[in-house]
């Protein structure tokens, strides 16, 4: 295998049940290439947080298997998990640290040296507009901010491929353009991403390649251009409809 | 892999950071009820008992005080910062790390220890001039205090890492600890109790925590302090290895 063909992530037949007998996901393959802008939708409890719980093991798979850049992410985690940067849907921050603190521990996790580490966090709070917000407690900000700091974590470590959970849920116009902007920038510069959103204009705004995921199962991937062209629809919205109406009929 | 790579000293660091960040909540208010205890039960109280086993009452629980305190922080600091970042989930951000679970344990189990260290360390040192006591064993007991101080810091943990609701952490300090810590022999000789209460405090693993650090310091104790080292030792690497049970399997960690 070529190392330029090796996806940014491959999942291969992902089960997930819960302790209280969901079945959450229903062997979700998937592939994503090196570099790509990824989306992925569904309703509520359609599992798309599960699976991205599930590649970097915060949810425990009952069988499948998962590559990040062909490492395995479970029996060689500590390479896969360093390749992964996550900015999950609720708000995480550890409430005892500053907003700087927040991401030089965070890089500290990742084995980032402390001088690079102070660095990126240097470049991270500037472009965040943070500077002003750097000595203070995470717990007084507000919630743009506290996600604002959110997504430049996730960036600290320097990932391969950034997992994107609902990142615009509550967040105002303003950051949300300038946030599209920004992972547009670092998506032309190499980085993959996957992104789940409710926000159908979103994906289809950003995203290169859509999956839409719906039981636990994935109900359609493509293009967005094939995917229009395949439903006959005009825009993203009225393939999901079309989709999701489609598997609520079967 | 090391065991102790930068993830793991990072870990180890803010669990340090966030006891000394709020000082006035973790170290100043049981420094105090310890040096409380050694006033009333020492000092008032204690006027009244000369002395245990040929050592005067106030040098005899001294160091049962400042292990008591020790206790007391290792495992309260290891449960409620483990459940702390469990409840508000950013704990998530540890387990998703490129740490094993082996080592999130560890971590967290040692920032426990280190507390309980400040803690039993710092009533010693504040009570120790107005006692005149003087440590007659340093080495062994360092040991035993690190170990005992670990073995509650890792028994935090667990419960921190298995806690579902607020009351689960309660019951470890008020139920668990507080009984046996009282009755572990802090402040009397178990020469001084009736025939079955002696033979129940032989199942209370604080008293021969409790007895071995007294055996260190005053070189008196009720049991031959080298065993005992061996039953510290072992009930350490229980309390680490429910710790890392308890991180790699305990509810609402990984679903």
């Known amino acids: ?250 | 892999m090391l065991l102790i790579d930068r993830p793991f000293r990072t870990l180890l660091s803010r669990e340090v950071l966030r006891f000394t960040r709020v000082w006035m909540q973790t170290i100043v208010p049981p420094l105090l009820t310890s040096l409380l205890y050694l006033v009333v039960f020492g000092v008032a109280l204690g006027s009244r008992i000369r002395e245990v086993d040929g050592v005067p009452y106030l040098e005899y629980i001294l160091p049962g005080i400042a292990f008591m305190s020790l206790i007391t922080g290792s495992h309260m600091n290891s449960s409620w910062s483990v459940f702390d970042a469990k409840r508000e989930r950013y704990i998530d951000e540890v387990l998703i790390s490129p740490m094993s679970d082996m080592q999130i344990a560890l971590a967290y189990s040692l920032g426990g220890t280190l507390r309980g260290l400040v803690m039993g360390i710092g009533v010693f040192v504040v009570g120790a001039p107005f006692v005149g006591v003087s440590v007659a064993h340093p080495g062994l007991l360092l040991l035993i205090v690190v170990l005992s101080s670990f073995t509650f810091a890792s028994l935090g943990t667990m419960v921190g890492a298995v806690a579902t609701r607020i009351d689960h952490i309660s019951f470890l300090t008020n139920v668990i600890i507080q009984p046996l810590a009282f009755l572990g022999g802090v402040f009397y000789s178990v020469e001084m109790l009736p025939g079955f209460l002696r033979v129940a405090t032989l199942f209370n693993p604080i008293f021969h925590m409790v007895d071995a650090a007294r055996y260190a310091t005053l070189e008196t104790s009720d049991l031959n302090p080298y065993p005992t080292l061996g039953v510290i030792f072992v009930l350490s690497a229980l309390a680490f290895a429910g710790a890392w049970w308890a991180i790699n399997r305990g509810p609402n960690l990984r679903y």
């Open chain 1, 1 to 250: 295998m070529m190392g330029a063909e090796v996806p940014a992530l491959r999942v291969e037949k992902l089960k997930k049940t819960y302790s209280n007998g969901l079945l959450a996901l229903d062997g979700v393959s998937l592939e994503i290439k090196a570099g790509r802008f990824f989306g992925l939708l569904g309703p509520n409890g359609a599992g798309k947080t599960t699976l991205i719980n599930s590649i970097v093991s915060l949810a425990r798979p009952d069988s499948g298997r998962v590559e990040v850049f062909g490492r395995d992410a479970f029996e060689e985690f500590r390479e896969a998990r360093r390749m992964i940067g996550v900015s999950p849907q609720e708000m995480n921050l550890d409430k005892f640290l500053t907003v700087e603190e927040v991401l030089l521990y965070h890089a500290g996790y990742y084995g980032v040296e402390k001088e690079k580490a102070r660095e990126r966090a240097d470049e991270l709070l500037k472009r965040f507009g943070l500077v002003r917000k750097r000595k203070d407690r995470v717990n007084t900000l507000s919630g743009g901010m506290k996600r604002r700091v959110m997504f430049a974590r996730a960036l600290m470590h320097d990932p391969k491929v950034l997992f994107l959970d609902e990142p615009t849920a509550g967040v105002d116009i303003e950051l949300r353009y300038s946030l599209w902007e920004y992972i547009r920038e670092l998506n032309h510069a190499g980085l993959t991403i996957l992104l789940t959103t409710h926000y159908l204009e979103e994906a289809e705004e950003l995203c290169e390649e859509i999956a839409l995921i719906n039981d636990g199962r994935i109900a359609a991937q493509d293009t967005s251009t094939g995917l229009k062209a395949r439903y006959g629809a005009r825009n993203i919205e009225e393939v999901y409809l079309k989709v999701m109406g489609h598997v609520a009929d079967r």
